[in-house]
């Protein structure tokens, strides 16, 4: 079976069919025509080029196209008519799904053309305000307008990106007072540099155990997920919530093989819910919002702050300057202090890095007796 490919074109003029083949162009042509020659001026070609790329495409599909009689009147094959029929038949079958896609095509691409819209890629750990945010921002009437292009991955992937030149902005999460020799030290801290980094705040989240509903193990805590019988699931190396998760059993001298399905993972906050509630798993670290939206019971453990960090460079762009301002609106507050266990916190805001995360420390240090300061 011959594989289709699709492509289309861009410019101002649209009038032509959005789904096309040079070939059944020739081909039409010299139906049409009647000759090779006047097939192709009709299509401004020279003859040499048609006559070569109809012989090229025999060779590619291995069927004859045209009868060539030399001294006559040029006729398509069987086989080149068919072409032609196929492909009436499927522009015929196809032309409302062809014409959805043609408007979805200049409805997206007129973005690229509108000065007062603007496009930030924010590559970013899961979460379910950010998605909600993507939602509230296109809601919004009046300009200027901000399309969020959110890719959800690691936090540490995600700051990778950002680092690498892939995204604008990133997202990760933390404790809120990391200890300068946490986990959380340990992982981001040779991800971001004060002065060519910026933390911008964004919200408050509570972190938690998403049990199965009426929580029939009783589980009260991480300690409780050494209990006989308890099945949990976590979530993928690089994700800021396998970080959190690691500190925490730390914390609760607790090892990796303390818990049952520690190796287990899923992909997001909303596939660790969907397995509890499947009964894959009895328990697993998440966020309240995923919990409540799929019936579960929730455990809260922490709170933790979600940042968004861009480059210095970045920060006084349009597309950043336009998440800022709808960062500290009264309206995006409102909408995010209704999700479960979120609240907004600085939102908007350009924050100290030495403030958010005190492995960073900048202060100077103390002169011996009698020297001269710095000047």
């Not at 069987?78 to 522009?91: I, P, T, V, Y």
């Not at 919200?203 to 009783?218: E, I, K, S, Y």
């Not at 966020?287 to 455990?299: H, N, W, Y």
Request: net charge positive; proline share 5%; charged share 20%.
């Amino acid at each position: 079976m011959q594989k289709i490919g699709l492509s289309y074109s861009l410019g101002t003029d649209g009038g032509g069919p959005l789904i096309r083949n040079p070939l059944l162009d020739l081909l039409q042509a010299v139906r049409s025509s009647g000759s090779i020659s006047s097939a192709a001026s009709a299509l401004g070609l020279s003859y040499r080029h048609v006559w070569g790329e109809l012989r090229r495409w025999e060779q590619e599909l291995g069927q004859p196209l045209l009868h060539w009689e030399k001294g006559r009147r040029a006729r398509l094959s069987e086989f080149g008519d068919k072409l032609l029929w196929s492909e009436r038949q499927a522009q015929a079958r196809l032309a409302p799904q062809i014409e959805a896609l043609r408007a979805e095509l200049e409805r997206t691409f007129a973005v690229a053309f509108d000065d007062a819209a603007h496009v930030l890629t924010l590559y970013a750990s899961h979460d379910d305000a950010l998605v909600a945010l993507r939602q509230h921002a296109a809601s919004l009437p009046g300009t200027p307008r901000l399309h969020l292009d959110i890719r959800f991955t690691g936090s540490v992937d995600a700051i990778a990106a950002l680092n690498e030149g892939r995204c604008i902005m990133a997202g990760f999460h933390t404790l809120r007072t990391p200890a300068a020799d946490s986990l959380a030290a340990r992982t981001y801290k040779p991800l971001l540099q004060p002065g060519l980094h910026k933390l911008i705040g964004f919200a408050t989240r509570t972190q938690g155990l998403m049990v199965r509903p009426g929580n029939p193990h009783r589980i009260q805590g991480l300690a409780d997920l050494n209990k006989a019988g308890v099945r949990f699931v976590n979530r993928a190396l690089g994700t800021g919530t396998r970080v959190l998760l690691d500190e925490l059993l730390a914390a609760e001298d607790l090892a990796a093989a303390d818990v049952r399905g520690y190796h287990d993972v899923e992909p997001s906050h909303a596939a660790v819910a969907q397995a509890v509630a499947a009964g894959g798993a009895d328990a697993g670290l998440g966020i309240e919002a995923a919990a409540r939206a799929r019936g579960l019971d929730f455990v809260p453990l922490i709170a933790e702050d979600y940042h968004l960090v861009c480059l210095k460079e970045a920060l006084d762009e349009a597309p950043v300057a336009a998440l800022r301002a709808l960062l500290a609106s009264p309206g995006w507050a409102h909408e995010l202090n209704a999700l479960p266990g979120y609240q907004a916190s600085h939102a908007g805001e350009v924050r100290s890095m030495a403030s958010v995360l005190p492995w960073w420390q900048f202060k100077q240090p103390k002169r011996r007796a009698g020297m001269p300061a710095r000047r």
